[in-house]
Structures are given as C-alpha cells and as structure tokens.
C-alpha cells in the first residue's frame, strides 16, 4: 500500500501539481478546437482487415484494401455511421471476410446510443469522442513516458462500466486510446487505436493517420483526405434483427436448423445427438440448443462439431459446453481454443463461465456412429478459405454439410461467377479425392442445395 501512494504521489508530481485531469482535457481539447464539435465526417483510404476472419488460428486478420473508408459521428445523440468499401487484397485469397471479393464490397456499420458497448465503443475512442467522453466522465489522470515520450495519460469509465484510457501527448494530441470490448471467442478484447500526423483541417486539428488493432492484430490502418466538421447528420438506428430459429427434417433423426445468416445441423444417435456448428453469438446458439432439445427430445446433446475457427462459426460455442458437450474442431484449433476459453470475461460473463471444455479433435478424419447411422468427419485439404476447416458427410443419407466454401445460389436463376470461387474448386477436388458419394448440400449458410447445382455454379455441367 505504502509503495503504491508513493507511485501514485511521484505521478501527480510529475503531472504538475496545478494540473488535475480536467485542465489536461480542457489543453487537448482548446488545442485541438473540439470545443464546439458537435459533429464530425471524416473520408480515409487505406487498408482493413476482417476482424475473426483469419486463415489459421495463428495468422493475423485477412487484409484488404479500404479503397473508401466514410465515418460520420454525432457525438450528441450519439450516433455514428461507416461506410467502408472494400477491394480484394490478398493474392491469392487467404482466410474469410467475404473472399474473394470480385468487384468491390460495401459495408455499413451505425451505431446508435442504444447499441453494444462493442458498436458504441467506435465513437469515444476517436481523438474528439475520447476528449468528451473524459470530459463527463470524471477522468483520472497519471504521467507516463513511453518509448521516452511523455504522456498525460488519461482514464474514464464509459456508462460506468467499460474502461477507456487516452494518451496525450506534450503537443496536447490524442495519440492513443485503448478500451476493451466482449467479444464471444475472445472474451474482453483490447481495441488498441493510434492516431498521428495530426494536421489543420479548417481549425480542427485532427489525425491524418489512424490505425487500430483488436485481438492484438490490425484491422485498419488509413490516412485521412478530408474532415469536415459540424456536418448535417442524419443516422437512423439501424434495425435490429431478432434471432429467428426455423428448423426442417432432412430425414428421420437429421434436421437443418435455419432461420438466420448462419445454420446448424442436428444429427440424432441412439442415445445422444451430435450437432454441426455453433454459430455466431450466445444468444443465437441457446436459440439453436432450445431447438434441438424441441426436435430430439430426451436426450442429450453430447457433441458439438465446429467447422472452423472464424468468429461467425466459433462465436457460439460456449454455450453448447455449457450445455455439457465436447466440442469437436480440427486440430490446428486445439491451443488456440484453450487459449480463447481462459480468457477473461468480465464485459460480458456468459454460460460456460470458468467451466473448463472437453475437446476433441479431427485430423484429416473422424467417424462418430453408433452402429447405425455414421457422420463423417474429413478436413478440408489446402483449403484457401481455412487451414483447418472440417467438413461433414453422412454417407448413408448422402448428405454433405459445409460452411463458407459453397453458398447456394439465392434463386435457382442466380447467374453463376465468371470464375468459380477457389474456395468452391478446392471443396469440388477434396469431395473427389474422397469419393463422397453425396446427393444433398446442407450448406452452414443459406438454403438446402443439391450436387447437381454445386457442379453447376462452379461451371462442370
Ligand atoms: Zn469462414
């Protein structure tokens, strides 16, 4: 105790003893000409990286080129829009995020004053955001150098809760701002942002380059052209999508559970019943968990079968361990889920808490059965979509289930690609160098497809 008043004495000696936090808010703040901000549009190009989307488990997120990057903020309502435009990058495509992109690809994020700490978390840490989020929130203050840089580095409690920490530097800048954000595979998540290059756009000084890594890899690096300041800001809430749970039965004891983006599949045995990927969040697998237990009741749900690692698929595990199953993934993903589960959870506590995971894993093939009916377990091979992505094959019902290497047409009269994704040729050559003799596609996204319109959409008819 003795030693840490003395730490935290010699830190308010060095921040000056007339300076409290509010005078270093108030400095960067008259500095910077954010006094009257009330709102802000920015337009950057550079790069971005799919967040969760990685080629392996060990390889930072997926890049690609942010060929226009668009942020509007209302920092009043609070509300704040992002236009980002995406071209593909890697060469040749490696890992998910909407690989590979033919043309360009817009996405579109707003956030409102009612949406997640994860969503809100982008407006108080941009350099104005942070400024009046210390301003109202009774920041702390402590001098720290740096790489023999010195900062007033400055602390608050966003909705009295989420940690957000700002490093202003001697020219009283924003360089840095940190916080943390839950996220369903890694838990708290750091969300680490520097700004530099500050220049003089129309009085407001504001960085001309801006990057951010979360889970300790990139996912933006830009410079920006243009800010404008005090714009006409109209953001509407964005709509907000329930979870919906449709089911259909395959076959006796098979069911495709949809209703959503992302779909599960759920395979009845004699005494237990194994179900193929836990998708995207909590909420949406206690969704898929209640279903099963509605379709095949009185038994339990002892295996869950996780395609591969990328968030979407891997987002709602947790739940299905909770619930008491092995989680089943290849083995590339082993560490890295271990890793994942310990990570602590104090934004978001869930189900599965400090509960530890029975795993195991697929190399190149796993056979579950109980004698009578069998579910196939095959990897993937140099898939370019992921380096361990496991595919299911129930060879009695001719039944395949994938995830990400092939999507079904929306209609039947969807024009096929020019060129067939990679990710669909290589599924194509694994199908046949294990002579799976499937009829039906059960695809972890979209509709229920067949064979014959695989080999269609990838040009071999
Ligand atoms: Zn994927």
Redo the contacts with the bound molecule.
């Keep these: 105790m003795f030693k840490l008043s003395l730490i935290a004495l010699s830190l308010v000696i060095m921040a000056g003893c007339s300076t409290g936090p509010q005078d270093v808010v108030a400095n960067a703040t008259k500095a910077m000409g954010t006094e009257n901000l009330k709102s802000i549009e920015y337009t950057a190009s550079g790069f971005s990286y799919s967040l969760g989307?990685s080629p392996n488990p060990n390889a930072p997120w997926p890049k690609f080129n942010a060929k226009s990057y668009m942020r509007t903020i209302n920092f009043e309502t609070p509300a704040s829009r992002q236009t980002l435009v995406r071209t593909q990058f890697e060469n040749p495509p490696h890992g998910?995020g909407n690989q590979p992109i033919v043309g360009e690809n817009t996405q579109t994020v707003v956030v409102t004053g009612s949406s997640p700490w994860a969503g809100q978390a982008d407006i108080w840490i941009t350099p104005p955001g942070f400024l009046k989020g210390a301003a109202a929130n009774n920041a702390t203050l402590a001098a720290q150098t740096v790489d023999g840089k010195q900062y007033n580095v400055l602390t608050f409690m966003a909705q009295g809760k989420y940690k957000v920490i700002g490093y202003v530097n001697t020219a009283n800048e924003v360089e840095k701002v940190e916080t943390w954000v839950d996220n369903p595979v890694l838990g708290d998540m750091a969300v680490e942002t520097t700004y530099s290059d500050y220049k003089d756009f129309g009085g407001l000084k504001f960085p001309s380059k801006i990057m951010q890594s979360q889970g300790g890899y990139p996912v933006l690096d830009v410079t920006v052209t243009d800010v404008k300041t005090n714009p006409e800001t109209k953001i509407d809430a964005p709509a907000t999508a329930a979870v919906v749970v449709k089911s259909e039965k395959v076959t006796d004891g098979l069911y495709f559970i949809t209703g959503g983006t992302h779909n599960s599949v759920a395979v009845e045995f004699s005494d237990h019943i194994a179900v193929v990927e836990g998708p995207q969040s909590e909420e949406r697998s206690t969704a898929v968990i209640a279903e099963t237990k509605k379709l095949i009741p009185n038994k339990p749900i002892k295996y869950l079968i996780n395609t591969?690692h990328?968030f979407?698929?891997s987002g709602g595990i947790r739940p299905f361990i909770a619930e008491g199953a092995t989680l089943i993934t290849q083995d590339i993903n082993k560490p890295y889920y271990e890793k994942a589960f310990s990570m602590p959870r104090t934004l978001a506590p869930d189900k599965m808490g400090t509960k530890t995971a029975t795993m195991e894993t697929v190399a190149d093939k796993k056979v579950l059965t109980d004698g009578k009916r069998t579910l196939e377990l095959h990897l993937v091979k140099s898939s370019p979509?992921?380096d361990g992505?496991i595919m299911a094959y129930l060879p009695k019902e001719r039944i395949l289930v994938e995830?990400?290497l092939f999507t079904p047409p929306a209609t039947p009269t969807t024009p096929r690609p020019k060129t067939p994704s990679p990710f669909s040729t290589n599924l194509a050559e694994n199908l046949q160098r294990l002579k799976l003799n499937y009829q039906t596609i059960l695809p972890l996204h979209g509709q229920k497809s067949t064979r014959a319109e695989f080999m269609k959409w990838i040009g071999k008819t």
């Design positions: 989307q998910g591969h990328h979407d698929h979509h992921n992505i995830a990400d």
